[in-house]
């Protein structure tokens, strides 16, 4: 897995979030005209799309999990905020640094697909009714051994007993960890100094920003990104559509491009 992607560096950067949404995505109004306008249902109800063939390129990867079986996309925990959550925040990146990302267009996998460890990256929506069998989590082991960065969002309080129970299942020995705004992933790209700040999309209370690092030392590299608590890809989702106030929408991509900031180069 390769960490070549070089960054820009930018003192305006975070008023260059709020720019870059409206270059990126244009005639809000429209669009959710499109997506059956602001809130409803969520999601655009679009085909989960065939994978695209491996080039180079950095590729928004979501992890899936049974059913694997899908025609709209907001049927299954695992593909919630699919497709415009990660051609958001793609796009995002793109705007704003020199990653060159696929932008139209993620890939799915299963957690032991053996392209994925072409990819450095890899995103978990809804853990709740994620499981994991003994031979997926061998493989997922290893490609977080070899340098993958895993991410997972939607996460509300009820789900923490699963997640942990199928985590371990990968790394039986993992110890979770509150992280505070010291530690380096907050600090990839923008400067996020204040947790606090970072807004919760639905549930009650403040979220809750836990890891799991490599040997569980906190001098080596985070592994495991857990968003506990609220949806961050929520906000990428709708930033286009003016549901949420755009200073909560950047909050949440200045998260998420530090998240794949770090995972590209650690």
């Known amino acids: 897995m ?18 870059a949404l409206l270059v990126a995505f244009g005639a809000a109004g ?56 990660e051609e958001h925040i793609t796009k995002i990146l793109t705007e704003i640094s020199y990653l060159d990302a696929h932008t139209e267009q993620s890939n799915v996998m299963a957690f032991d697909d053996p392209n994925l460890f072409k990819n450095p990256i890899a995103y978990l929506s809804e853990p709740g009714e994620w499981f994991i069998n003994d031979h997926e989590a061998q493989v997922f082991r290893a490609y977080l051994q070899k340098g993958g960065f895993f991410i997972i969002d939607d996460f509300r309080y009820r789900d923490w007993p699963n997640f942990e129970e199928q985590m371990h299942r990968v790394l039986p020995d993992a110890r979770f960890v509150d992280l505070d705004p010291n530690d380096p992933v907050f600090h990839s790209f923008f400067e996020i100094k204040e947790l606090d700040k970072i807004p ?18 906190p001098t080596k590299r985070l592994m495991v990104m857990i968003n506990y608590n609220t949806d961050i890809s929520e906000f990428w989702e709708w930033s286009d559509t003016g549901f949420k106030p755009i200073d909560e929408s950047n909050e949440a991509y200045k998260l998420g491009v530090n998240y794949f900031m770090y995972g590209l180069t650690h």
């Open 2 to 19: 390769t960490r070549s992607f070089p960054l820009r560096a930018s003192g305006r950067a975070t008023a260059v979030i709020a720019t």
């Open 30 to 85: 429209l669009y959710a005209q499109r997506r059956g306008g602001f809130g409803g249902a969520g999601g655009s109800g679009a085909r989960i799309l065939p994978n695209i063939s491996y080039d180079g390129k950095f590729t928004f990867v979501r992890m899936r999990y049974t059913p694997p079986i899908v025609f709209q996309s907001q049927r299954v925990p695992w593909s919630h905020d699919y497709p415009e959550g």
């Open 200 to 217: 919760n999309y639905y549930d009650p209370g403040r979220p809750i920003f836990r890891g799991v690092y490599e040997n569980n030392d």
